[in-house]
């Protein structure tokens, strides 16, 4: 992956902190095959859904077919019953669709005609969206963005990287697989465990969890928000802080580790009021002047 090492680092530091992510670019930036590749690095059983403006909740989860033979009802799983889940442009399919992965994304399991399933620790979305602005695509509602952990936007390659990703990829028209490029698993579901339970460790002082709090409340009093960001953003930000600290080699968190994050954090969880736009704004110039105004602890 040639110049999205930002987007690689937040891979990581929401596979650490037990998160999701959502990838959005337009068309032809890789977000498919980062997500590809990333997931043939881990032990985990990979699964892919492409979301289409047809697609029922029923085929992402799953429904119960009478079997004839025995005269009862058996569960046909659906794609969902996996541990690393590709939501392929997932804004291509209908609110009622996009709804049927709240569930697994909050509980880590889904809910089948009363019963319910478990879908393991190591369930982790890796979602892709093209901009919303784009032909065919429907709006994530809100209590689903905020269940993801980041939301990542993938910026058009600079010149001089652009002209590396010719040079190396400039010989075929068609995606390469990640065995294509040798890529194998080099971490196991215990692994990830094992490291997470380590994260957990990571010492985050008093001044710093007072930051992370005053960050996230001074989203829902700013003039230009219509609604700022959820209590869960705070625990979010806070659990990702502590792995992207552990991932600086620091078993302490920084107020540094909490700008850094805080934009990925918080531009999906943020609502902007009417005239937000009209002067200008989006959601990470609001998350800059939170920054600059709420005074960060030595």
């Given amino acids: 992956m040639i110049g999205q090492d930002a987007a690689i680092e937040l891979l990581l530091v929401s596979l650490l902190s037990d998160g999701h992510v959502l990838l959005e670019g ?36 799953g429904t119960n077919l009478f079997n004839f033979q025995t005269n009862q009802f058996a569960l046909t799983r659906g794609p969902i019953f996996t541990q690393l889940l590709l939501a392929d442009e997932i804004n291509r399919t209908p609110p009622k669709t996009q709804a049927a992965l709240l569930q697994a994304m909050h ?13 393991g620790g190591g369930f982790m979305v890796i979602a892709t969206q093209n901009p919303i602005e784009h032909q065919g695509t429907y709006p994530l509602p809100e209590a689903q963005l905020d269940r993801f952990l980041f939301k990542h936007v993938l ?32 971490a196991t579901l215990d692994d990830l465990t094992a490291m997470r339970a380590a994260i957990e460790n ?31 953003a705070g625990n979010m930000l806070a659990s990702s802080a502590r792995a992207f600290a552990a991932l600086g080699g620091r078993d302490y968190v920084i107020p540094d580790d909490v700008k850094v994050l805080a934009p990925p954090t918080l531009r999906h969880r943020l609502v902007l009021a009417p005239g937000a736009e009209i002067e200008g704004l989006d959601a990470d110039k609001i998350v800059a002047q939170i920054l600059e105004q709420v005074p960060a602890p030595r």
């Fill in 202 to 232: 990571v010492r985050l002082s008093s001044d710093i969890v007072g930051y992370i709090v005053d960050v996230v409340r001074a989203t829902r009093e700013h003039p230009s928000l219509q609604y700022g960001a959820s209590p869960r």
């Fill in 26 to 61: 337009v068309p032809g930036v890789a977000k498919t095959l980062l997500a590809r590749t990333f997931a043939a690095a881990l032990s985990l059983k990979f699964g892919r859904i492409q979301f289409t403006p047809d697609l029922m909740p029923g085929d992402v989860l």
């Fill in 155 to 186: 910026a058009y390659p600079s010149r001089d990287e652009e002209r590396s990703i010719v040079t190396q990829h400039g010989h075929r028209t068609t995606m390469p697989t990640p065995a294509q490029f040798g890529v194998e698993p080099v």
């Fill in 107 to 119: 509980e880590r399991a889904v809910t089948i005609d009363g019963q319910t399933y478990d879908l």
